[in-house]
C-alpha cells in the first residue's frame, strides 16, 4: 500500500512568522498545503501568488496549493509556474477540469481537483485518469477549525473503489477536521494524503503531531 502524505495547512499557522513555520515542520511533514482563498468562492481572505512566491524560496518542502477561489483558469497556471508541486482547484468554480489540469501538468505541477462539502463526487470520478490528486472536503470549504463530517467519507470511499478498480494511482486527499480522533477512519475509507491545520499548528509540538498523525494513518 501506498505510504500516507502528511500536509499540514499553514492557515492553521502564525501568518507574521509563516517561513519559520514552515521550517518547523521540515522533515516530519511530506507537503505543506496552502489555502489560498479569494472572498469570492468562499467568505474569507488568506494569501496569495506573491506570497507563495516569496515562501516557495524559504523551504525545500513540497507545496499543496489549494485554491479556493473563482477562475481558476486564470490563476492556477501562475501557482505552478512560482514551483508548487500540486495545485488543487475545485469543481464548482471550473467548467472544463481536464483542460486545467493539462495546463497545470505543462506547466510542471501535479493537478487536482477538489470536491467541496455539497458537491457529488459521482460526475467527476471518469476524470480521474487526468488527475494526480482528488481532494475531498471533509467540511464546507472556507475556514479552518470546523469539525469533521464523517458524512463525507462516502465520497472518499466512492473515489477508492473506482481507482482500484482502474488501477490509478491518483492520490486521494482529506481536507477539513483531520486530527488524532478522526484521520483513522478517513484512512479506512481510502484516503491516503491528509491535510491537518489546526491539528499540526495548534499543537505544542507540531513535529510530533505529524508524526502522531502518520502513525495513524499508516495503522
Ligand atoms: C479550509 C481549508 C483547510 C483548513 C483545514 O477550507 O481548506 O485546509 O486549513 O483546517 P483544519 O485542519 O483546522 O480543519
Ligand atoms: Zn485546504
Known amino acids: 500500500e501506498r505510504t500516507p502524505i502528511i500536509a499540514p495547512s499553514i492557515l492553521a499557522s502564525d501568518f507574521s512568522r509563516l517561513a519559520e513555520e514552515v521550517r518547523a515542520i521540515e522533515g516530519a511533514a511530506d507537503w505543506v498545503h496552502v489555502d489560498v482563498m ?17 515562501l516557495r524560496k524559504a ?15 486564470r490563476w492556477a497556471p ?23 489540469a493539462k495546463t497545470l501538468r505543462a506547466a510542471g505541477s501535479k493537478a487536482g481537483l477538489a470536491i467541496d462539502r455539497d ?24 475556514f479552518g477549525g470546523q469539525a469533521f463530517m464523517p458524512e463525507l467519507l462516502g465520497k472518499v470511499r466512492d473515489v477508492r473503489r473506482r481507482a482500484d478498480v482502474n488501477d ?46 502518520r502513525g495513524l494513518a499508516a495503522a
Open 168 to 213: 490509478l494511482q491518483i492520490r486521494i486527499e482529506v481536507d477539513g477536521g483531520i486530527a488524532a480522533d478522526t484521520i483513522e477512519r478517513a484512512a479506512e475509507a481510502g484516503a491516503d494524503a491528509f491535510v491537518a491545520g489546526t491539528a499540526v499548528y495548534g499543537a505544542a509540538d507540531p513535529a510530533e503531531a505529524i508524526r502522531k498523525l
Open 78 to 100: 501562475g501557482y505552478a509556474e512560482a514551483g508548487a508541486y500540486n495545485v488543487t482547484f475545485h469543481a464548482e468554480a471550473c467548467d472544463d477540469p481536464v483542460a486545467l
Open 119 to 142: 458537491t457529488p463526487v459521482e460526475p467527476y470520478l471518469e476524470l480521474l485518469p487526468y488527475l494526480d490528486t482528488i481532494l475531498i472536503m471533509t467540511i464546507k470549504a472556507g
Open 38 to 54: 479569494d472572498n469570492h468562492f468562499v467568505p474569507n481572505l488568506t494569501i496569495g501568488l506573491p506570497v507563495v512566491q516569496s
Open 59 to 73: 523551504t525545500d518542502i513540497p507545496f499543496d496549493v489549494h485554491l479556493m477561489i473563482n477562475d481558476p483558469q
